[in-house]
């Protein structure tokens, strides 16, 4: 890939992405964490009549956490579902082109999003809006979601380009 800097520029943008995917994956695994010990508790001290407050707030949070976190080191993976049956009886250089196509849509819907999280962020904070039972501010919450689109943008960078590369349009 000569066009962006050649091999090395583009395996060091590779190992970029992977590391702050990987990053995020671990608060993401620490949310999964979260709702497990909270819904632990919970069941638990339902038994002796003791439930945690705002066990369905704090679930909530930590299921947005979790989701919002694991994206972008679940599409280095390529665990995302995909849907290829419609392209791959085209040849490679129109499933290049259809694909850097897509991830360019995809990371233009991202931008937007994380975009407009930041704006809802704002307004939350703003309005001082929080959670009913506990009391938690959602946006520290809405904050994150719209952070975490960024690495997944990055990811779909490498994507593009690969699929540029796929399609013969750069080297």
């Not at 060091?12 to 999964?32: D, M, N, Q, T």
């Not at 250089?93 to 259809?98: D, E, H, K, P, S």
Request: proline share 2%.
């Amino acid at each position: 890939m000569a066009g962006i800097g050649g091999k090395v520029g583009m395996d060091s943008l590779k190992r970029i992405s992977e590391g702050i995917a990987k990053y995020f994956h671990w608060v993401a695994c620490v949310g999964i964490c979260g709702i497990m010990v909270v819904t632990c508790v919970d069941v638990i001290g339902r038994a002796f009549r003791r439930p945690i407050f705002g066990a369905y707030d704090l679930v909530c949070m930590l299921a947005v956490v979790a989701f919002s976190f694991a994206l972008a080191y679940t599409q280095v993976m390529k665990n995302h579902i995909g849907i290829d049956f419609l392209t791959s009886g085209l040849r490679d250089r129109v499933q290049g082109i259809i694909g850097a196509i897509v991830y360019l849509v995809c990371i233009g819907l991202l931008v937007v999003f994380a975009w407009r999280s930041a704006v809802l962020a704002r307004s939350l904070w703003v309005s001082g809006e929080v959670t009913m039972t506990m009391q938690l501010p959602y946006h520290f919450f809405v904050y994150g979601v719209g952070l975490a689109c960024l690495p997944l943008c990055l990811v779909f960078f490498i994507d593009f380009l690969n699929a540029l590369s796929k399609a013969r349009i750069i080297e």
